[in-house]
Structures are given as structure tokens and as C-alpha cells.
């Protein structure tokens, strides 16, 4: 099985920080990787496809990058409403997926 | 508009089996498989298995293995996840998600809204 691993597993940033967020594999998964944010009581929602493809309607300032085994999820300046929860997902194994256990991301 | 509709909450005892069904709309049901993911309060996110709506191929999750069935109705495009001899521990959010095609393909570009199952006695 692919374990995926995140960090760090919080962090406190202010609005306007660039934040960069981690994930890595337990083994090479090319660049079959997505990450989602997920906002309490609501479904996670994709924000990168295929390592570093923006989803349509996301906002330019989340990118991703990374291949193999180490990931990086990045928001360039971070706004009030970025504040949540961003789990990272393996879909090299398909159809046998994997989450990361999550990064919170809250307000400094 | 494209959505994934899922059936109310539930609340069941130890031992039972709990059904929750997930209703596509806006596209074409066949043509995109459909995974089931759950979260347990304050949780991370658990990928429990996924059916291929046009063939009904399956593949679960070796931890639910031998207590999760998923089925669908093609007739109203609707996908159904039952798991059996429920748990304490199987009290959680219960999420279907749409897995994108093409170059979205692994990808859960569609989720329900989730429902909630509490296994209490």
C-alpha cells in the first residue's frame, strides 16, 4: 500500500503570507497527485489535478508542484478565506486511493 | 448542473448495516466511476472503495473488506455504499465522490454533500 505523509499538520499564517504546504509518498507515484481543501461541515473540494494542473475556477494563487515521491502545495498570498483544511491524494494505485492525514491551515 | 445528491442521516445500532445512496444529476452516470470516501469526527479523509457504474466492477478498501457492498441503479443513476455489522468507530461523514476522466482521471472532481451515520447505542 501507498502511504502518503503531510506537513506540517498546522500551521498558523496571516493574510497575505505565502504558505507552502508538504506531502510526500511512501514510494515513486509519478506525478499522480492532487490536492483538495476541505472548509469544516462542508466536501473537500480539488484545487490541483495531476501534481501541478489548476482545476478550473480555482484561483491562480494555489500551485502545485512535484514529482516521485515529494509534493508541494503552495498559496502565493494567502486570503481569509483559504483558511481550512488541505489533504493531498495518491491516485497512482488506481483504483485504490489514498489520503494524506491533512494540513491546518488557521489564522495567526 | 452537475451534482451528487446523497440520502439523509442516519443513526443505527451495533451490528446493524447502514445504506446510503448517492443520486447523479447533470451527467451521464455510466461514464465516470464513483468512489465512496469517509471521515470520522475530526478525521482525516478514508478512501473506502469505488464501483465502475457502466461494467458494476468494484474494488474496496482491505479494511472494509468482507463489510462493504457497493451497488448502483442505472435506471436512476444512483450509486448505494451498505456496510455491515457496524462499530462504534464507524460513525462518521459518509461521502460519495465522481473520479474526473481524461487528464482529470484520479481526481474527485464531484462530491456529495455527505451523510452523517452515528452507530450508538
Known amino acids: 500500500d501507498i502511504q502518503m505523509t503531510q506537513s506540517p499538520s498546522s500551521l498558523s499564517a496571516s493574510v497575505g503570507d505565502r504558505v507552502t504546504l508538504s506531502c510526500r509518498a511512501s514510494q515513486s507515484i509519478s506525478t499522480y497527485l492532487n490536492w483538495y481543501q476541505q472548509k469544516p461541515g462542508k466536501a473537500p473540494k480539488v484545487l490541483i489535478y495531476?501534481?501541478?494542473s489548476l482545476q478550473s475556477g480555482v484561483p491562480s494563487r494555489f500551485s502545485g508542484s512535484g514529482s516521485g515521491t515529494d509534493f508541494t502545495l503552495t498559496i502565493s498570498s494567502l486570503q481569509p478565506e483559504d483558511f481550512a483544511t488541505y489533504y493531498c491524494?495518491?491516485?497512482?494505485?488506481?483504483?485504490?486511493?489514498?489520503f494524506g492525514p491533512g494540513t491546518k491551515v488557521d489564522i495567526k | 448542473q452537475v451534482q451528487l445528491v446523497q440520502s439523509g442521516a442516519e443513526v443505527k445500532k451495533p451490528g446493524a448495516s447502514v445504506r446510503v445512496s448517492c443520486k447523479a444529476f447533470g451527467y451521464t452516470f455510466t461514464d465516470y466511476d464513483m468512489h465512496w470516501v469517509r471521515q470520522a469526527p475530526g478525521q482525516g479523509l478514508e478512501w473506502m472503495g469505488w464501483?465502475?457504474?457502466?461494467?458494476?466492477?468494484?474494488n474496496y478498501s482491505e479494511k472494509l473488506q468482507g463489510r462493504v457492498t457497493m451497488t448502483r441503479d442505472t435506471s436512476i443513476s444512483a450509486a448505494y455504499m451498505e456496510l455491515s455489522s457496524l462499530r462504534s468507530d464507524d460513525t462518521a461523514v459518509y461521502y460519495c465522490?465522481?473520479?474526473?476522466?481524461?487528464?482529470?482521471?484520479?481526481?474527485?472532481?464531484?462530491w456529495g454533500q455527505g451523510t452523517v451515520v452515528t452507530v450508538s447505542s
Open positions: 465522490g465522481r473520479e474526473g476522466s481524461g487528464s482529470y482521471s484520479g481526481a474527485f472532481d464531484i
Open positions: 495531476a501534481a501541478s
Open positions: 464501483i465502475n457504474p457502466s461494467s458494476g466492477g468494484v
Open positions: 491524494q495518491q491516485s497512482y494505485s488506481t483504483p485504490f486511493f489514498t
